[in-house]
Structure formats: structure tokens, C-alpha cells
């Protein structure tokens, strides 16, 4: 499957951006979704993620209730809402396929295959 991230940009403070990943290739309800994110000087770290089905997600602590994962599948795409951005939030978020069933995986190693990233800047 070939994934493609798209919807980053320079945003202020408190500002909203919502993310898509694309798929083709294969049904995108085959696998699970993960959202990572790799700011400057930093190591990637999960944000989100969601099953196939989309009936079971998994956030990281830092952006519970700020972030919202979703899919449809008929379109091939998931959706990364972001609200009340922070300067902390600026990194490459990069989208990820995962053949496992279940609760989606927050691991970085979980993910077979990788979009390009899409830069998110958040002014202060």
C-alpha cells in the first residue's frame, strides 16, 4: 500500500489543521492507521491511531482531547484533526499502514509501510 500525507502548513498558536492520508495500492480497511511525529532534534513519536474498522483508536496522553483520528474508507483516507495547536506540536507527522488486527499499535515498528510527511509548523 502507498501512502501519502498531506494537510500540514504554518498555523498560530490555538489554530487548527486537519492532516488526510491517502492510500492506494490496497483497501485501506485492511489496516490499522498510525499518525507520528518527528519534531527537530527529536525522536518519531505516535499520536494516534485506528483500526481497520475504525471502531478502536489509541492516543498519546500529550494529545488526548486536542487530536481526533478518523477514517473512511470509502475514500481510502484517514484524518488527523488538530485543535488548539501549540508551538510543541511543530514536527513532520507522518501516516503508517499496519497489517495487525486489534487495538491499533502505538509502536513505531508495528508499521510496514510510511508516507512521506507533511510539515506542521505552529507559530507562537
Known amino acids: 500500500v502507498q501512502l501519502q500525507a498531506s494537510g500540514g502548513g504554518l498555523v498560530q498558536a490555538g489554530g487548527s489543521l486537519r492532516l488526510s492520508c491517502a492510500a492506494s495500492?490496497?483497501?485501506?480497511?485492511?489496516?490499522?492507521i498510525g499518525w507520528f511525529r518527528q519534531g527537530p532534534a527529536k525522536e518519531r513519536e505516535f499520536v494516534a491511531a485506528i483500526s481497520g474498522s475504525g471502531g478502536s483508536t489509541n492516543y498519546a496522553d500529550s494529545v488526548k482531547g486536542q487530536f481526533t483520528i478518523s477514517r473512511d474508507n470509502a475514500l481510502n483516507t484517514v484524518y488527523l484533526q488538530m485543535n488548539s495547536l501549540k508551538p510543541a506540536d511543530t514536527a513532520v507527522y507522518y501516516c503508517a499502514a499496519d497489517r495487525s488486527i486489534g487495538v491499533p499499535s502505538a509502536r513505531v515498528w508495528s508499521y510496514e509501510y510510511w508516507g512521506q510527511g507533511t510539515l506542521v509548523t505552529v507559530s507562537s
Open positions: 495500492g490496497r483497501t485501506l480497511s485492511s489496516y490499522a
